[in-house]
C-alpha cells in the first residue's frame, strides 16, 4: 500500500512538472539600462542571450523564470561622437564594472511571483536572484504580465544597487572621499519582453 501510494505521488509530480507551459523570449525585447552620475548620466542596452517563463498547466499563473543577458552586447545610446562612445563602453565592460571578458552573462533567476493589487504599472511582485560577475543577490521588483492573443507580455523596472555586486568603481558610498565627483550606486534596467510558446 504504502509503495503504491508513493507510486502516486511520484506520477502527481511528474504529471505536474510535465504540464507546465513554457513561453520563450520572442523578437523585439529588449534591456534598456540606465547609470547617474552627479554631472549627468548615461544609458543604453544590453541583449538577452536566453529566456523563458513558466507557467501552471491553464498557462495563466507565472510560475518561475530564467533569463540571461548577453553582458559583452552592452551598448551606449545617448553617446554619439563615435571615439567618446568607444571609450565607455570599454570602461563599462572592464574590469572596474563588469568584466565582461572574466563573467560574460549576467543571470536572473526567477523564484516567485506574488499577486500585487492597486498598482496599475505592475500585477506582481517578483522575487529573483541576480548574478553578476559571479555574485549573487537576491532582489524583488514589481512586474507587469499581460496576454495577448497567442503571445505574453511582461515588463519591469529593476532598480540595484551595483556595490552588492562588487561594482564600486566612483562608488561615494564606498569612497566617501570622492566630493562630488562619484557615480550614483543605483543602476535601473527597464525591461519589455515578449513570449510566446
Request: net charge positive; proline share 3%.
Given at each position: 500500500m504504502k509503495k503504491?501510494?508513493?507510486?502516486l505521488l511520484l506520477l502527481t509530480f511528474v504529471f505536474a512538472a510535465n504540464s507546465q507551459t513554457t513561453y520563450t523570449v520572442a523578437k523585439g525585447s529588449t534591456i534598456h539600462w540606465l547609470g547617474k552620475k552627479t554631472t549627468g548620466q548615461h544609458e543604453g542596452d544590453v541583449t538577452l542571450k536566453s529566456g523563458s517563463l513558466q507557467f501552471d498547466a491553464a498557462g495563466t499563473t507565472p510560475l518561475k523564470g530564467e533569463f540571461v543577458l548577453d553582458m559583452p552586447s552592452m551598448t551606449s545610446t545617448d553617446i554619439k561622437d563615435a571615439d567618446d562612445n568607444k571609450k565607455l563602453m570599454e570602461h563599462l565592460k572592464g574590469e572596474e564594472f563588469f568584466d565582461v571578458k572574466g563573467f560574460p552573462t549576467a543571470v536572473l533567476t526567477?523564484?516567485?511571483?506574488?499577486?500585487?493589487?492597486?498598482?496599475?504599472?505592475?500585477?506582481?511582485?517578483?522575487?529573483?536572484?541576480?548574478?553578476?560577475?559571479?555574485?549573487k543577490n537576491e532582489i524583488t521588483f514589481p512586474a507587469k504580465i499581460e496576454f495577448l492573443k497567442t503571445d505574453i507580455k511582461a515588463k519591469a523596472t529593476i532598480v540595484i544597487d551595483r556595490t552588492k555586486w562588487k561594482i564600486v568603481y566612483k562608488s561615494k558610498s564606498i569612497f566617501p572621499t570622492l566630493g562630488d565627483k562619484f557615480i550614483y550606486d543605483d543602476m535601473t534596467f527597464t525591461v519589455d519582453l515578449f513570449l510566446n510558446k
Open positions: 503504491m501510494i508513493a507510486s526567477v523564484k516567485k511571483f506574488a499577486p500585487l493589487t492597486g498598482n496599475k504599472d505592475a500585477n506582481y511582485t517578483v522575487t529573483a536572484d541576480l548574478t553578476i560577475k559571479g555574485v
